[in-house]
T-cell receptor, first 113, second 114 residues
Framework: AQSVTQLDSQVPVFEEAPVELRCNYS??????LFWYVQYPNQGLQLLLK??????LVKGINGFEAEFNKSQTSFHLRKPSVHISDTAEYFC???????????FGAGTRLFVKA | GAVVSQHPSWVICKSGTSVKIECRSL??????MFWYRQFPKQSLMLMAT?????????EQGVEKDKFLINHASLTLSTLTVTSAHPEDSSFYIC??????????FGPGTRLTVL
């Protein structure tokens, strides 16, 4: 069975500081990994995804994530955050063959001025 | 590309009535659509998976007679909450997937049952 753990429920950070949102997964098969962002009262927007290939994945809005198979992690990073990055971020895992997507509990990123 | 719409964005209804929520993939054909429910400050809970032209597969604990799902075409799935009660009030989100393993999400529907 697959599972996703987002290690931090809330991450406060000052504007223009770097941020890392942590995500660990467990799976007995090959995985696809995703990060989504959700703004209040909206659906989820895909930030980036790892399906195969290069382990460093670049996404929208200046975010990037690195797939680390040995540590079963897929941490999300941004070198300099903006106020507008304040949102809920969800890590998710699925796999080839139509496996269901499993979502983490979410991390609330709060960017302070 | 990969835009998914939901309608309505919010709805208020009286207890005992039924509410239909539509989910459309606007620029791609979705072989599979998913319906999620999200409680405040929580993650998404998968309710059911629907494939075009076949019956939906419901997750354990989800009442299929209460949450009717129809996936009549490759671009449209509907969720009908029948005989809604206040405990059904929630944020309902659909997603659609084409042949890849990436889901694209709709903007969500806020249901309030009085």
């Amino acid at each position: 069975a697959q599972s996703v753990t987002q290690l931090d429920s809330q991450v406060p950070v000052f504007e223009e500081a770097p941020v890392e949102l942590r995500c660990n997964y467990s799976s007995s098969v090959s995985v696809y990994l995703f990060w989504y962002v959700q703004y209040p009262n909206q659906g989820l927007q895909l930030l980036l995804k790892y399906l195969s290939g290069s382990t460093l994945v670049k996404g929208i809005n200046g975010f990037e994530a690195e797939f680390n198979k040995s540590q079963t992690s897929f941490h999300l990073r941004k070198p300099s955050v903006h106020i507008s990055d304040t949102a809920e971020y969800f890590c998710a895992v699925s796999g080839p063959g139509g496996f269901k997507t499993i979502f983490g509990a979410g991390t609330r990123l709060f960017v302070k001025a | 590309g990969a835009v998914v719409s939901q309608h309505p964005s919010w709805v208020i209804c009286k207890s005992g009535t039924s509410v239909k929520i539509e989910c459309r993939s606007l620029d791609f054909q979705a072989t599979t659509m998913f319906w999620y429910r999200q409680f405040p400050k929580q993650s998404l809970m998968l309710m059911a998976t629907s494939n075009e032209g076949s019956k939906a597969t419901y997750e354990q604990g989800v009442e299929k007679d209460k949450f009717l799902i129809n996936h009549a075409s490759l671009t449209l799935s509907t969720l009908t909450v029948t005989s809604a009660h206040p405990e059904d009030s929630s944020f309902y989100i659909c997603s659609a997937r084409e042949d890849t393993d990436t889901q694209y999400f709709g903007p969500g529907t806020r249901l309030t049952v009085l």
